[in-house]
Structure formats: structure tokens, C-alpha cells
């Protein structure tokens, strides 16, 4: 069954979270009297699925089905969860909140608000304990951090369902253990903003030399590490007990003007803005923020495949997704083509011309064929324990076109098979129709002896059962050819 969100407000921020929900698999209501919303949303949306499949390696869930409404009624109806955008002005959320609570009572609110305390949202509500905060940061569809933030009226079963939604689409929820204005981001946020402020007024450094010194510098590290594990290494080898012995005493100097603040004024804007103009007025806001994602998701997919910070959230997110899309494989012997491998054609996939590149043929036909040796039981444990069975020989004919977004399926028919080889033939199906097939020849090794030997009693019996299931199978269409060869 398909889950329902709805987002009230669909702003930069209502409109990340809207593509967030839609590109998990949530349908998604939006109510926005903005008449622009739905324009700007588009926008939104255009960039986020250019974006948050190139961190996947599984296969997407099917995007749900956005609709927008003229009343927040019709735009909660159906839905287990809401996200409030609106403008951080308190009244107009207690507001929100009172048509939302009467339209569908009872549900989960939670508020992407950059300040207020979940105390200050919850006043006058009948049921307060359904209101909490979930702050997130730009761009919602990529960051996965989400501030999870409740008051003493929240029970602990509200707070763990929103922790789990967050996970369910793929976020990091970071539960705030006490109540405190802005978070813990957005203070952080704030305090360099000062310092930036101070900087720029008093000529030291321009709004491009600011942003300079953190992107060339301490922000790649806060990026991977965060601040404590960064200073951490600074202490070296005796750690942050010296750390804090060297630089403890810097603490006391005068360096920073954080509790003061520079006059607000329209010469303060005028510095900020014409400055800001300069360093990057040459490319308008969506290629900035095409630009930012494409260097985000860079950046993410390293720490991915390291599994480090918030790449392990992605790696988690996959793993979640990945057993749902795996459920449907086979996993006995048929007389017929074994389903062995659900894939996506993903972002990364494809080549100048907008189509699957030939190498992910190879990856889907590996996908296929290593799903099948973990059925027969020769999977990594069987590996590690020192035999494998290498590719000998492999003939693949592409036969039509998969673009971004395609779903496949890889199926495996065992031609022959003896109990030192089999031969495969695997089709990469979109829909009904074959877009390749890839034939191969696959040795049993022992891996330390360098040689061919037969598989293990228990590989053995697996693999000839699904051979001898095979065998009432007519010959695929193609197998035995030769590149260029005739049909006989």
C-alpha cells in the first residue's frame, strides 16, 4: 500500500521535502496558495531526479503521485504523515496547525521551522503531543540530516514514529536531547554568519574570500569528520586531551565577536548583496543549484563507498531498499529462466548519447550471475574459503535501448553445466522486451592452486538441479553465435 505525505507550503524547502517523500515512494498532497507553487515545485522536482538517484545503487522505489489542493483539508486527507513550510512566522503556524488538527485528527506534524522550540508550536493546540519539529537543510532531497526536536508533551512513541518516517526516506534523524531555540545546526549556522558579517563590514575579507577559506579549508573536513573528531586529529597521537591543552588558552583571546552583532542596516545589505553579486550574479539560481548538487552528490558518493558519515546513511538507505526489491527473486529451481537481479538504469549508467553504457551490460549480467551463484550456494563465504568461479568466456548482443530511469530484470537459464562449469544465458528484460543477452562459460578454481576442480558436493547438487530444470527448455534464441553471424 502506498504511503501518503502532505506538505503544507511549498516553498525551497516544502518543495525538497515534497521530491524526498515522492522519490521514496510516497504520494504526496501539496497545499500552497502561492499560485506559483506548482511552477516552482516542478522546478524543484526537475533537479531532484537528476540528483537523489545518482546516490542509489538499488533500484528507486516507483515515484508517487503528486497532487495539489485548494484547502490544507483535501491536501491531509489519506495522509499518516505532514510536513509544515510555511513562513516562520508563529501565528501564521498555530493557524496551520488548527485547520490541519480539524481536518485529520490525530495526525503526525512535523515542522521544517529554523527556530522555533517545539513548546512554542504546540501552544493552543487540543493536541499538542502530535506537533513536533523535523528541521532539515537545503537541499532537503540530498542532506539527510533532519533535527528532530519535541517538548515534554511529545510521548516517546510520537518521537521514535517520526524518527522512523525520517528513515524510511532515507534521512538522518538526530533526536535533540533538550529543547533549545535554532537546534544545533542552524547555532553553529548562525555563529559563523556573525563572525562572516564582522569580516566583511570591517573590510577584512570579501563575501568570495569568505566562502574561499571555508571550501578550500576547514570545510572539507567538517564535511567528513564534523568538529570534535576534526580537533581530535589535531591533537595527534596523545589525542584531544592535548588538543585541548595547546589551544585551551586561545579561548580567552579576543579573536571573535561572536556575542556582538553588526549594525542592521541598508549599507550592511548593500556590502552583503553587490559583493555577493560579483562573486556569482554570472549564473542564475537554478544552475547554482545544479551546480551544488552535482558537487553534493560527488561528495556523497565517496563517503558511500567508504561507508563514512553521511554516506552510511546512504549505504543503510540501499540496504533497507534493496531486501524490498529483492523479496520477488527466485529462489528454487524452475522450469523456466530464474529472476535474479530487479535493477534501475541510474544516473551514473548512462553514457553521451543518454543511454545504459556498454560496461553496466557487463555489471547487470554480473548482477544476475553473482545472484545466482549465491542461490547454489557459491556466494562470498564460499569465497573466502578459497574456491570461485571465474568467467572463461562471454559473448553479449545488444539487441535494444535502456535510458535513465528503465527498470530491468536479469534472468538466468543454465544451458549446460558439469561439476567443473556451467554455461549461462542471461536476458536484461525492460518490461517485456529484451534489450540484451549475455552468454558465458564459467570454471569452478581452486582459487590457491590456480587450476579447475570440481565444485563442492553441496555447489553441485544445487547447480545440476536447476540444470536438469533447465533442460526441457528450448535453446535461447542467439546462444552459440558468433559476433556477426547469421541466424541459422
Not at 12 to 27: H, K, S, T
Not at 210 to 229: H, N, S
Not at 283 to 299: A, K, P
Not at 440 to 459: F, I, R, Y
Request: hydrophobic residues 45%; contains cysteine.
Amino acid at each position: 500500500m502506498t504511503r501518503k505525505a502532505a506538505i503544507i507550503g511549498g516553498g525551497v524547502i516544502g518543495g525538497g521535502w515534497a521530491a524526498r517523500f515522492l522519490l521514496n515512494g510516497w504520494d504526496v498532497g501539496v497545499f500552497d496558495p502561492d499560485p506559483e507553487a506548482e511552477r516552482k515545485i516542478a522546478a524543484v522536482m526537475a533537479n531532484a531526479r537528476l540528483a537523489l538517484p545518482a546516490l542509489s545503487d538499488v533500484p528507486m522505489p516507483v515515484e508517487g503521485t503528486l497532487t495539489f489542493h485548494g484547502t490544507i483539508g483535501e491536501a491531509v486527507e489519506g495522509a499518516e504523515y505532514v510536513q509544515e513550510s510555511v513562513s516562520e512566522r508563529i501565528e501564521l503556524k498555530h493557524k496551520v496547525y488548527a485547520q490541519l488538527q480539524q481536518a485529520h485528527p490525530g495526525v503526525l506534524i512535523g515542522s521544517s521551522t529554523s527556530g522555533f522550540k517545539a513548546s512554542d508550536l504546540q501552544k493552543g493546540s487540543p493536541a499538542p503531543e502530535n506537533i513536533i519539529v523535523a528541521h532539515p537543510f537545503n537541499p532537503v532531497y540530498l542532506l539527510p540530516l533532519s533535527e528532530v526536536s519535541g517538548s515534554d508533551k511529545n510521548p516517546p512513541a510520537v518521537v521514535e514514529k517520526t524518527v522512523q518516517i525520517m528513515k524510511d526516506i532515507g534521512m538522518f534523524p538526530l533526536v535533540i536531547r533538550h529543547e533549545i531555540d535554532a537546534f544545533i545546526g542552524n547555532r553553529f549556522l548562525e555563529a559563523v554568519w556573525r563572525e562572516a558579517l564582522w569580516m566583511l563590514k570591517d573590510g577584512i575579507a570579501t563575501t568570495e574570500e569568505i566562502d574561499d577559506a571555508i571550501r578550500m579549508g576547514f570545510g572539507l573536513r567538517w564535511g567528513q569528520m564534523g568538529l570534535f573528531e576534526t580537533y581530535r586529529i589535531a591533537g595527534g597521537e596523545a589525542g584531544m586531551r592535548h588538543f585541548m591543552a595547546q589551544f585551551g588558552p586561545a579561548l580567552k583571546w579576543p579573536w571573535t565577536k561572536l556575542m556582538d552583532v553588526p549594525e542592521f542596516n541598508e549599507e550592511l545589505v548593500d556590502l552583503v548583496a553587490n559583493q555577493s553579486d560579483a562573486q556569482s550574479g554570472m549564473y542564475t539560481i537554478r544552475e547554482l543549484e545544479r551546480i551544488r548538487d552535482q558537487n553534493l552528490v560527488g561528495f556523497l558518493r565517496a563517503l558511500k563507498e567508504r561507508n563514512w558519515g553521511a554516506g552510511k546513511v546512504l549505504r543503510e538507505h540501499d540496504e533497507r531498499r534493496a531486501a524490498a526489491f529483492h523479496a520477488g527473486l527466485d529462489t528454487t529451481p524452475k522450469a523456466a529462466p530464474l529472476v535474479m537481479a530487479q535493477m534501475q538504469v541510474l544516473p551514473g549508467w548512462i553514457d553521451y548519447n543518454g543511454h545504459m553504457t556498454e560496461s553496466r551490460y557487463y555489471f547487470a549480467n554480473s548482477e544476475t550471475v553473482d545472484a545466482f551463484l549465491r542461490l547454489i550456494g557459491a556466494g562470498m563465504d564460499y569465497v573466502a574459503a578459497g574456491h570461485s568461479y571465474y568467467s572463461a568466456e562471454t559473448h553479449i548482443r545488444h539487441l535494444g535501448e535502456a535510458k535513465l530511469g528503465d527498470r530491468l530484470t536479469g534472468t538466468v537459464q543454465i544451458i549446460s553445466a558439469d561439476e567443473k562449469r556451467f554455461r549461462s544465458f542471461v536476458r536484461i528484460m525492460k518490461g517485456e522486451v529484451c534489450v540484451a543477452t549475455v552468454e558465458q562459460l564459467c570454471l569452478h578454481v581452486d582459487m590457491k592452486a590456480g587450476k579447475t576442480v570440481p565444485a563442492s558436493a553441496e555447489v553441485w547438487a544445487k547447480l545440476r538441479a536447476v540444470a536438469e530444470a533447465h533442460a526441457t527448455l528450448p535453446m535461447p534464441d542467439g546462444a552459440g553465435r558468433a559476433v556477426g553471424q547469421g541466424r541459422a
